[in-house]
C-alpha cells in the first residue's frame, strides 16, 4: 500500500469532544489509516472541556502564539498535542485566541442555541490550521475534510493561498456526515471570514436559498467529496428533499462523488472487553446480556420480566430520526409485551408526548433527555433490540454497534441503514435485522410486531444474535476506499487550481 500524508480534520472527535456520529469517526478512521501505515495527522479545536491532564495533553513548544488573521483580525493560535486512546496517531489541538475556550461545541448549554459567531470561529479555527501546517513545515498529500466547521480550508487553499507554493499541490477530500447541517449563515459573514462577497448572491458559489452556504462552498473547492453511505450518496442525488437541493451541483462532481459507509472501532464497542458494561459477554455465551439487561431495567427503575423484551433508541431526539413515527403508534406499542427506552439529546417539545408516556407506564417506557456515554453501551448491551425508523440517516452507527451486542436492529430502508442491515427472511432465517418497508405508522408497528413475534421463539432468537454478532464493520474496508480515492487524487493533474 502506498503510503500518504494525510491530515484529518474534524469539529469533533472521540472521547474528547462528543456532540454526534462525526466525533466517532474522527476517532477511529485515523487509527485505520495508521494501521494501513500511513502517516496520519488530526488537527481539532481545543475545547475549554477537554480535560488535558486526564489526556495528558502536552504543549508543543515550536507551535506557540502562531499569528493567525481573518478579516483584519489577528489572533493567536497555539497547539497542544496528545494520542488518540490507543495507538499512536498525534492529535494536534488548536487553541485559537478565546474562540474554543467555552463551555459548549456548538451551542450554548445555557441557552442551547449556537454560539452567534459559529461562522467566525471556525474560519479562525481553518486559518489557525493552515498557519501550523506552515510553522511546522508538515505538507500532506491530502486533506480530509469533514463537514461544516471544515468547508473554510479548502477555500481558503484555492483563494488566499494559492499563490503560496508550501500548498502546492495538496488535495483536499470533503466529507459530509449529514445535510441537515449545512453552515448556513448570513450573507454578511463573506467579508467576516475573507471569502469572496461576489459569490454569496444568486449563481454564486456560496450561496444558496438566501443564505451563504458552507456545504455549498466545500462542494466546488474541494477536490472530492464523499458522503458515509453509498445509499445516502444516491438518495442525495435522487430525491431532493434528502439532498436538500445539492443533488444537481453533486451531479456536476461526477465520479468525484462517492458514498462510502462509515466502519466500526470494536476496540470500543465490543460486548467482551466494553468497559462501561457491568457484564461482559460474546457470542459463545450469551448469558451475560441478560445481566446487562437486568443491570440496565434496575439503572432506569424498571421491573425485570425475563419473557418481556426491551427495545432500545439512543438517538437524537429530532424530526430526521422518526420519532413521530413512533409517536403515532405508542398506543399500540403500549399494549404489546415490551419496554422500551429512550435515550438522547434534542428536542424537548419532540420529547414532551413520550415524557407522557413515561410517566403513565413508568413500567414501559423510559425517556431520558440527555447523552451520557456510558448509558448508550448498557442501553446497547442490555436491550434486546434496538429500533432506529430514521426519515433518512446518512450512516448511522447505532445499528452497526448493535449488532456487534447481539442487539437486533429495527430500521427504516434508507442510507446506511439500508447499506447495513439486510432483512430476515423468515422461512430461510437469513438476514440481520428488521426492515420497516415503508415510511408509515403502520410499516413501523408491522417491523416491531415481527421482531416481537421471533424474540417468542428462544432458539431461533438466539441464534439470530449469535449471527449478528459475526457481521464485520471495521474500518479496515472503508480506510482503504478512501486511500484508493487519494491515490486517484495525486496522480490527478486536472485539479480545482484555477477555480476562481
Ligand atoms: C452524522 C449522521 C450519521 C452518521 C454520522 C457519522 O451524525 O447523521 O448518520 O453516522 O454523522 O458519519
Not at 507554493?165 to 470533503?174: A, C, R, S, V
Not at 462501561?276 to 432506569?300: C, G
Not at 434534542?346 to 413515561?358: M, T
Request: proline share 4%.
Amino acid at each position: 500500500m502506498k503510503q500518504f500524508k494525510i491530515l484529518y480534520l474534524a469539529s469533533e472527535i472521540s472521547p474528547f469532544a462528543i456532540a454526534g456520529g462525526l466525533a466517532d469517526v474522527t476517532g477511529a478512521l485515523p487509527k485505520a489509516y495508521k494501521n494501513l501505515n500511513q502517516e496520519i495527522r488530526i488537527m481539532v479545536p481545543k475545547y475549554k472541556f477537554i480535560n488535558e491532564r486526564k489526556y495528558v495533553l502536552r504543549e508543543v513548544i515550536r507551535l506557540r502564539e502562531i499569528p493567525v488573521t481573518v478579516n483584519g483580525q489577528t489572533v493567536n493560535a497555539s497547539v497542544k498535542s496528545a494520542f488518540l486512546p490507543d495507538s499512536k496517531v498525534q492529535v494536534y489541538f488548536i487553541e485559537v485566541g478565546d474562540f474554543f475556550n467555552r463551555p459548549g461545541i456548538y451551542n450554548d448549554p445555557k441557552t442551547n442555541k449556537p454560539y452567534e459567531d459559529n461562522g467566525v470561529r471556525f474560519a479562525f479555527f481553518s486559518r489557525a490550521v493552515i498557519e501550523t501546517l506552515k510553522k511546522l513545515s508538515w505538507q500532506p498529500d491530502v486533506i480530509h475534510c469533514n463537514d461544516w466547521q471544515t468547508a473554510y480550508v479548502p477555500v481558503y487553499l484555492k483563494t488566499i493561498y494559492q499563490g503560496d507554493p508550501f500548498f502546492k499541490g495538496i488535495k483536499t477530500l470533503y466529507t459530509i456526515h449529514n445535510l441537515t447541517n449545512q453552515g448556513e449563515f448570513d450573507v454578511d459573514l463573506a467579508e467576516k471570514i475573507d471569502f469572496d462577497k461576489s459569490q454569496v448572491k444568486e449563481g454564486g458559489m456560496f450561496y444558496k436559498d438566501g443564505k451563504l452556504n458552507l456545504t455549498k462552498a466545500a462542494i466546488y473547492f474541494s477536490d472530492f467529496i464523499t458522503t458515509v453511505s453509498e445509499t445516502y450518496a444516491h438518495e442525495i442525488l435522487a430525491n431532493d428533499e434528502v439532498g436538500f437541493g445539492f443533488g444537481p451541483i453533486l451531479e456536476e462532481k461526477g465520479d468525484k462523488f462517492e458514498g462510502i459507509l462509515n466502519g466500526v472501532d470494536y476496540g470500543i464497542w465490543t460486548p467482551e472487553k466494553d468497559k462501561y458494561i457491568p457484564y461482559h459477554y460474546s457470542k459463545e455465551d450469551l448469558s451475560n446480556k441478560e445481566e446487562n439487561k437486568k443491570a440496565l431495567l434496575m439503572r432506569l427503575g424498571m421491573e425485570y420480566e425475563p419473557d418481556v423484551p426491551v427495545i432500545g433508541m439512543i438517538s437524537k431526539l429530532t424530526p430526521q430520526k422518526g420519532f413521530d413515527l413512533i409517536a403515532a403508534i405508542m398506543d399500540d406499542l403500549i399494549k404489546e409485551n415490551v419496554k422500551l427506552v429512550i435515550h438522547g439529546d434534542g428536542d424537548r417539545d419532540l420529547a414532551e408526548k413520550f415524557l407522557e408516556y413515561a410517566k403513565k407506564y413508568p413500567d414501559k417506557v423510559s425517556v431520558s433527555i440527555t447523552y451520557d456515554e456510558k448509558m448508550a453501551h448498557l442501553i446497547e448491551a442490555g436491550s434486546d433490540m434496538f429500533l432506529m425508523p430514521s426519515r433518512y440517516e446518512p450512516c448511522g452507527l447505532n445499528q452497526i454497534y448493535s449488532m456487534r451486542y447481539g442487539t437486533v436492529p429495527i430500521v427504516s430502508a434508507v442510507g446506511g441503514l439500508y447499506d447495513s442491515v439486510e432483512d430476515i427472511d423468515e422461512e430461510t432465517g437469513e438476514g440481520t435485522g428488521f426492515i420497516i418497508e415503508k415510511l408509515t405508522p403502520e410499516d413501523t408497528l408491522k417491523a416491531i410486531k415481527r421482531a416481537l413475534k421471533y424474540y417468542q421463539d428462544k432458539e431461533k432468537w438466539q441464534n439470530l444474535q449469535k449471527r449478528i454478532m459475526e457481521e464485520d464493520f471495521s474500518w479496515d474496508y472503508a480506510a482503504k476506499r478512501y486511500l484508493d480515492i487519494f491515490d486517484r487524487l495525486v496522480n490527478d493533474t486536472d485539479d480545482l487550481e484555477n477555480i476562481v
